[in-house]
C-alpha cells in the first residue's frame, strides 16, 4: 500500500502540467472572491451616498449657527471609514485572483504548493496541506486534510480558508472544481521549468503578504541557478535516460521539469523530443537511442534494483561503461525550491560519469 501511494505520488509530479497545456477554462479555473462562509463580500470601492450628521430641532432663528455647529463637532464615530480596497493578483496561471484582503488563513493543496509557500515566507498562514509535504521541516507540522488526489471536503470546509492554493498541472480537477463551486477562491500555483520558481515566488509572496521575504528567496534561487549553468552547462552533453518507474517503464518528456535539470547540468534528455510528460516507452526504444547514461530517479532504496535490470542489456552504451546512476534524491520529483539542491545533487553525480 505504502509502494503504491509512493507510486502515486511520484507519477503525479511526472505529469506536471507544461506552459504550454491548455488551461481549463470550465468554473474550475474561475476562484470566486468570496467569503469562507459562502456569502459574497463586499470589494467595491464606491462610497455611501450620504451620510446623516444631526437631526435634533433647533429654533429657526438659530437653525444655521446651530447646525454649523453640529457639523463642526461632529465626532469621528459619525463618520464612515472608506472600505479597505480588495486584493487582486495574478496567479502562476495567468488568472486573476481577486480577495477581500491579504489572506491569513490559507490552505495548500498540494507538497510543492506548500514548500514555495514557506519559502515566500508565508507559511505562518498555512492552516492545512497534504500528504507528502515535508519540506521544509516546519511543514511537517501542519495538518493533513488528504492528499493531491483526494481531499477531505468537510474538513476543509470546517477550516473556512480565506484562498485555497491548488496545484493545476497534477491535482484532482474534478475536485478543484468542487471546491470552486463552494465559493472558496482559487490561486494556481505552477512552475514548468527551474527559472519558473523565482517569479511564482514573488507571486506567492504578493498573495500573502510577504513581499520582502519572497524577493530574498528569488534571488537566492536566481543566483544558484546561475551559478550551476556556468559551473555544469558547458560540458559534453552527454545523453541521459531519466527513469522515474520501472514495472510499467516511464520516462520524462522534453517539457517536464526533469529534462530542465538535465539541461541545467549541461547532459539532454534522450527522450526530450517526447511532448508527454511522463511517456511509457520499452526496451527496444531505449536499445535504439542507446543513452550514455542511464538515471535511476527512484524511491529510497529501489535504485540498485532497477539498474540491475538493465545490465541485462551489455550492448547499451551506458551498461559497457558503467555509467548506472542510482538517484535517489526525492527532492527531484518537488516543484518547490528544494528542485534546486536536488538539480546540484544531479549535476555532481552527472559530472563524475566517465
Not at 63 to 82: F, K
Not at 149 to 163: G, H, K, S, T
Not at 261 to 278: H, P, Q, S, T, W
Request: aromatic share 4%; proline share 7%; hydrophobic share 45%.
Amino acid at each position: 500500500m505504502k509502494q503504491s501511494l509512493l507510486f502515486a505520488g511520484i507519477m503525479l509530479n511526472v505529469l506536471a502540467a507544461t506552459a504550454a497545456a491548455p488551461v481549463p477554462t470550465s468554473s474550475s479555473a474561475i476562484g470566486l472572491a468570496t467569503t469562507a462562509a459562502g456569502s459574497p463580500p463586499t470589494i467595491g470601492n464606491a462610497m455611501p451616498a450620504a451620510v446623516e450628521l444631526g437631526a435634533t430641532r433647533v429654533p429657526v432663528a438659530t437653525a444655521t449657527a446651530s447646525s454649523t455647529t453640529a457639523r463642526a463637532s461632529a465626532t469621528p464615530a459619525a463618520a464612515v471609514a472608506p472600505r479597505a480596497a480588495p486584493l487582486v493578483i495574478t496567479d502562476d496561471t495567468g488568472k486573476t485572483v481577486t480577495l477581500p484582503a491579504i489572506p491569513t488563513r490559507i490552505v495548500s493543496l498540494a507538497p510543492g504548493a506548500t514548500e514555495m509557500l514557506f519559502a515566500a515566507g508565508a507559511g505562518k498562514h498555512v492552516i492545512a496541506t497534504v500528504e507528502y509535504s515535508d519540506e521544509p521541516p516546519a511543514a511537517k507540522q501542519v495538518p493533513r486534510i488528504g492528499d493531491v488526489v483526494a481531499i477531505d471536503m468537510e474538513r476543509l470546509v470546517a477550516l473556512r480558508p480565506e484562498v485555497a492554493v491548488v496545484w493545476p498541472g497534477g491535482g484532482n480537477p474534478a475536485q478543484i472544481e468542487e471546491i470552486s463551486r463552494m465559493h472558496i477562491p482559487l490561486y494556481r500555483q505552477q512552475v514548468n521549468t527551474l527559472a519558473d520558481i523565482a517569479g511564482s515566488l514573488r507571486r506567492l509572496g504578493a498573495l500573502a503578504g510577504t513581499r520582502d521575504a519572497a524577493e530574498q528567496a528569488a534571488q537566492k534561487i536566481e543566483t544558484r541557478l546561475a551559478t550551476l549553468a556556468r559551473t555544469y552547462g558547458s560540458s559534453r552533453h552527454p545523453s541521459v535516460l531519466m527513469e522515474v518507474w520501472n514495472h510499467p517503464f516511464y520516462t520524462v518528456g522534453g517539457t517536464h521539469l526533469m529534462s530542465d535539470a538535465l539541461r541545467i547540468c549541461g547532459a539532454r534528455n534522450v527522450f526530450g523530443d517526447l511532448k508527454e510528460l511522463g511517456p511509457v516507452i520499452d526496451v527496444e526504444a531505449v536499445v535504439a537511442r542507446d543513452p550514455d547514461i542511464i538515471v535511476a530517479a527512484a524511491p529510497p532504496g529501489a535504485g540498485a534494483e532497477w539498474l540491475a535490470d538493465w545490465k541485462r542489456f551489455t550492448t547499451l552504451r551506458a551498461v559497457r561503461t558503467g555509467n548506472l546512476i542510482a538517484f535517489e534524491d526525492q527532492r527531484l520529483t518537488r516543484l518547490g525550491p528544494s528542485v534546486v539542491d536536488a538539480t546540484e545533487a544531479l549535476c555532481k553525480a552527472l559530472a563524475k560519469a566517465h
